[in-house]
């Protein structure tokens, strides 16, 4: 059974973003997401882009997201801290496919930002772009 809807599927096409689903724990993996230039590194080398996992809800699209997690783990470059975002055996991972995926909790609630049965795919990958681009966020 699909974790989306088809106007998803097409949305996901047309962004250029690789992924691949794991449906027995409804788990969405974006493979090539991308990221702001100079602003994350991985054991000290620059990073362009990064995995990201994202649980998709049974009563999608009621509701949205307020996680993610991403692999490899997200250093800031400048050796500044991500709140309320997870270290390699942290709170909360995911594993999949051999990998730890590590937390970042974002919560898009206050007010209530999602819009039931209109919102699609495009609002979880407006979120995670949003978040990766503005670390420093303590939502």
């Given at each position: 059974?699909?974790?989306?809807?088809?106007e998803?599927?097409?949305?996901?096409?047309?962004?250029?973003l690789?992924?691949?689903?794991?449906?027995s724990?409804?788990y969405?993996?974006?493979?090539?997401?991308?990221?702001?230039?100079?602003?994350?590194?991985?054991?000290?080398?620059?990073?362009?882009?990064?995995?990201?996992?994202?649980?998709?809800?049974?009563?999608?699209?009621?509701?949205?997201?307020?996680?993610?997690?991403?692999?490899?783990?997200?250093?800031?470059?400048?050796?500044?801290?991500i709140?309320?975002a997870?270290?390699v055996?942290?709170?909360?991972?995911?594993?999949?496919?051999?990998?730890?995926?590590?937390?970042?909790?974002?919560?898009?609630?206050?007010?209530?930002?999602?819009?039931p049965?209109?919102?699609?795919?495009?609002?979880?990958?407006?979120?995670?772009?949003?978040?990766?681009?503005?670390?420093?966020?303590?939502?």
């Amino acid at each position: 059974m699909a974790l989306l809807l088809d106007e998803d599927y097409e949305i996901l096409e047309s962004s250029g973003l690789e992924y691949e689903e794991e449906e027995s724990k409804r788990y969405l993996i974006l493979k090539n997401f991308p990221l702001k230039d100079g602003l994350y590194v991985h054991d000290g080398d620059p990073l362009t882009e990064v995995e990201v996992l994202v649980e998709i809800p049974p009563n999608y699209n009621t509701q949205g997201n307020n996680m993610f997690w991403t692999h490899p783990v997200l250093k800031r470059a400048d050796g500044k801290a991500i709140p309320r975002a997870s270290d390699v055996n942290g709170t909360d991972p995911r594993h999949y496919d051999g990998k730890e995926y590590c937390r970042w909790s974002r919560h898009w609630n206050k007010p209530k930002s999602w819009k039931p049965k209109e919102d699609n795919i495009q609002k979880i990958i407006d979120r995670i772009t949003w978040a990766l681009t503005k670390p420093d966020t303590n939502q």
